[in-house]
């Protein structure tokens, strides 16, 4: 079928799950994702360097894991890998998770987060940027350091990216039969394509939302005085993010590396 008056659009990859990310930084990985498919291999970079500390009078081994790009499942995967690989291995007393990721996919975040509770030996996260889905996959993490007064945290709320091209094509190309049985499934997104209506999205929205921001009081100190507008949406420089309790201290690698050896004197 040849569509003359359809408009040239670059080979964009949008993820379609419920989505904890920063708007601005999704719309910037897509965009670096079409530049001719220069960085199409995963966005996930994991490296387990050994770098020494010096705590209780001995040295300890730290290794080093990397987060980055716009998280998804099949990517994120490898890093929450790294990290049990990293809590098995009786060399390690401790790791460094260096964070860049402005976020993605709920699924992908709670993987991550998932192996960080379940740790046996301390999680320093050293972030760049740590937004949406990046504080849900780190905040239980023992501390939480920002690289420098520039670094970015935040943007703690739950959005979903649809595909308006899709609903102008989908029908002509795709027929759907759900059984008798079946009347709710994919409910909202086929009100969606066939009427342009969100609103079904929204009850599930506004409960991973809720889930977010009481998790978020749980595990990090979120100033009380604050906590309203610190879990609406927003991203705070370093400064405001420690002022509002997204994170513990502002430092460099080295300095992570220190706050690494003394949170592993309280682990055996």
Do not use: C
């Not at 460094?96 to 192996?115: C, D, K, P, S, W």
């Not at 760049?128 to 889905?133: K, R």
């Not at 703690?156 to 029908?171: A, H, Q």
């Not at 969606?192 to 921001?213: K, R, S, Y």
């Amino acid at each position: 079928m040849t569509l003359s008056n359809a408009p040239t659009l670059p080979p964009l990859s949008l993820p379609s799950a419920r989505l904890l990310v920063d708007p601005e930084y999704l719309v910037e990985q897509m965009m670096v994702s079409a530049d001719a498919h220069a960085r199409a291999t995963s966005v996930v970079e994991v490296m387990a360097p050994a770098y020494s500390m010096q705590g209780s009078g001995r040295p300890m081994t730290a290794a080093h894991i990397r987060l980055a790009g716009l998280m998804r499942s099949e990517t994120s995967v490898f890093v929450a890998d790294a990290l049990s690989d990293m809590m098995n291995d009786p060399e390690v007393n401790g790791i460094l998770l260096e964070v860049m990721t402005g976020g993605g996919e709920v699924a992908a975040a709670q993987m991550i987060r998932n192996v960080i509770r379940s740790r046996n030996k301390p999680v320093v996260v050293y972030a760049h940027l740590a937004a949406s889905g990046g504080m849900l996959a780190t905040m239980d993490a023992d501390e939480i350091i920002a690289a420098g007064r520039t670094a970015r945290v935040g943007s703690i709320g739950v959005m979903r990216s649809l595909p308006k091209f899709m609903r102008k094509f989908y029908g002509d190309m795709i027929e759907e039969v759900y059984a008798d049985t079946s009347p709710d499934k994919n409910k909202a997104f086929r009100e969606w394509m066939t009427t342009g209506n969100t609103e079904p999205f929204l009850a599930e929205l506004n409960a991973l939302d809720a889930i977010f921001m009481e998790e978020m009081q749980a595990a990090r100190p979120i100033n009380k005085k604050l906590a309203d507008t610190t879990l609406a949406g927003g991203v705070w420089l370093a400064e405001e993010a420690q002022e509002r309790g997204l994170v513990d201290s502002i430092g460099t690698l080295q300095f992570s590396l220190t706050r690494l050896a003394e949170a592993a004197k309280n682990y055996s």
